[in-house]
């Protein structure tokens, strides 16, 4: 689903976020990044959705190199990559349905497809009675479950996560982390960038440690250590 | 969907900015009062001062019952004249279909040269050589005494200070116009980064699912070419006001020695009109596009 060839990312200044890093992430699969803060995390997740371009190397994603993609076909890329993150990006003027709405609407569905799936998903990730609510009188854990359900909304084939439990405390981490599980069940792939030691240790699957950019450590059903 | 969507949000873009969407209207307004006032005024200068276009100073009109022999006579002082550079003829009917021109919404002036289309008669019009009032005088006077000549008349002091001062105006109303515009553009182009300013996480979680370029820059466009269209409706509001003030200037018995045949016609004025409407969408799309391609990374 997702493949890494010696990908390197300079940013401005000389900065290397990455080097030469490669990984296969099959379909299906939930793989866990980790790392001290500016060791690339991000900027992979980043380089999945073309928000940023490898410097060196090649990305594919579905099966297309990314880098070839011309720039008016990266949103059909990103349809079909739902993003998530540490401080949930909602628009704070909507309501719980309307951000979520809002993601089908701007990609151009039709309205009857807007109403028809805009409930089901609140239901999935249990805010069926908040639908009403502004962002701002919901908790964070809920802020984080409208997020998931506007990644989630459209069916991407892939969830890319940036330390979506960094703002919450661990009881409500567990409960998001069951969500996102529950959601690659369905065979969506999901990729998450975390400090989340307790998380990684419990939920035993594929960890991709980074260190300085590098890729030190790959291994099924990883701990954090 | 789509356009239920779009609407909504330019709306709501021009109602978030009024004041910032009120002073680009405005210059928008002002500017191009002051570009279509130029044309406008210059059509009419054009008109009244038509017939001593290109260098005439001199025109014999020429006697309904003139001869073949009176002509050939006048002709032949003509030419052996050395003050003269150019003689265009002009005959009835051309000079008829002219006035006829010019007068098209003057319905008076109309019917009396459709009752009498001999009205306008043959002319002589002369070009001179030289710039020698006293040389060009003393052919008049000569052209005036021949047999057939019914009256001879040379550029007046005040058609060359009509032509001079509009000449002037025009330059001045010109300078000002495109001045206003280039604030209008500026305007313009802020209001619409005002706009993303305040759209900046709704633009980063539309390109976060994938909305394509152009269904988040339409509504910033349609903003852009909204606020340059409204201000040339404005502007087409004093452009008409003009029009009909000089209309009514021409019809008025006082001035109508002064301003008759001062008015555009028709024609002139809807092009006019289109001018005014196309720089406003023109100014509009431009200030926008500008803002977009500088501030909108995709």
Redesign the interface.
Same mark, same amino acid.
């Given at each position: 689903m997702i493949t890494f060839e010696h990908v390197s990312k300079i940013y401005k200044g000389d900065v290397e976020a990455l080097h030469g890093a490669s990984a296969t992430i099959e379909k299906g699969e939930f793989v866990f990044l980790v790392g001290p803060s500016g060791s690339g995390k991000s900027t992979m997740l980043r380089l999945i959705n073309r928000e940023e371009t490898a410097d060196k190397g090649r990305i594919f994603v579905a099966g297309k190199d990314i880098a070839r993609l011309s720039s008016w076909r990266v949103p059909y890329l990103r349809r079909n990559i739902g993003c998530i993150f540490q401080d949930y990006k909602l628009l704070a003027s909507k309501t719980v349905y309307d951000n979520v709405a809002f993601a089908l609407e701007v990609i151009g569905r039709p309205r009857h497809v807007v109403k028809a799936q805009v409930p089901a998903i609140l239901e999935l990730v249990g805010l069926d009675g908040k639908a009403q609510n502004l962002p701002e009188e919901l908790s964070g854990g809920e802020q984080q479950r409208v997020s998931i359900a506007r990644a989630f909304v459209n069916r991407p084939l892939i969830l890319l996560a940036d330390e979506p439990t960094g703002n919450l405390d661990p009881a409500t981490s567990v409960g998001i982390m069951r969500l996102l599980d529950r959601i690659n069940r369905t065979g969506t792939t999901v990729v998450m960038a975390t400090h989340d030691r307790s998380i990684v240790d419990t939920m035993q699957r594929r960890v991709i440690e980074l260190e300085q950019g590098e890729i030190v450590r790959d291994q099924a059903r990883g701990v954090y250590q | =969907? /789509?356009f239920d969507?779009i609407f909504r949000e330019t709306v709501n873009n021009l109602r978030r900015n009024v004041t910032l969407t009120i002073a680009a209207i405005m210059t928008v307004a002002v500017s191009l009062a002051l570009f279509g006032s130029t044309l406008l005024v210059r059509q009419g200068v054009d008109n009244v001062t038509v017939r001593w276009r290109d260098g005439i100073e001199l025109i014999a009109f020429l006697r309904a019952d003139v001869t073949d022999e009176q002509r050939t006579a006048i002709e032949a002082v003509l030419d052996e004249s050395p003050e003269v550079a150019d003689v265009r003829y002009v005959d009835r009917e051309a000079s008829h279909s002219e006035a006829m021109r010019l007068f098209e919404r003057n319905e008076a002036m109309r019917a009396k040269l459709e009752a009498n289309p001999d009205l306008v008669p043959d002319s002589y019009r002369v070009s001179p050589a030289s710039n020698e009032i006293d040389l060009m005088a003393s052919l008049g006077q000569q052209l005036a005494e021949q047999p057939g000549v019914l009256e001879v008349t040379d550029v007046s002091d005040s058609v060359k200070t009509v032509t001079g001062v509009s000449t002037f105006a025009q330059r001045a109303m010109l300078v000002v116009g495109v001045g206003l515009l280039v604030a209008a553009l500026l305007l313009i182009l802020n209001a619409i980064r005002m706009a993303m300013f305040a759209r900046r996480? %709704?633009i %980063? #979680? =539309? /390109?976060? #699912?994938?909305?394509?370029?152009w269904?988040?820059r339409v509504p910033f466009m349609l903003e852009g070419i909204v606020q340059g269209l409204v201000g040339a409706g404005l502007a087409l509001g004093a452009v008409f006001g003009l029009d009909r003030f000089m209309q009514r200037a021409a019809e008025h018995e006082d001035y109508r020695n002064i301003m008759e045949g001062f008015v555009a016609t028709s024609t002139e004025l809807w092009g006019t009109a289109a001018v005014v409407i196309a720089l406003g969408v023109v100014i509009g799309a431009a200030g926008s596009g500008w803002a977009l391609s500088r501030f909108l990374r #995709?």
């Open positions: - | =969907m /789509k969507y996480r %709704e %980063e #979680v =539309m /390109k976060l #699912v994938g909305a394509t370029n269904f988040i #995709v």
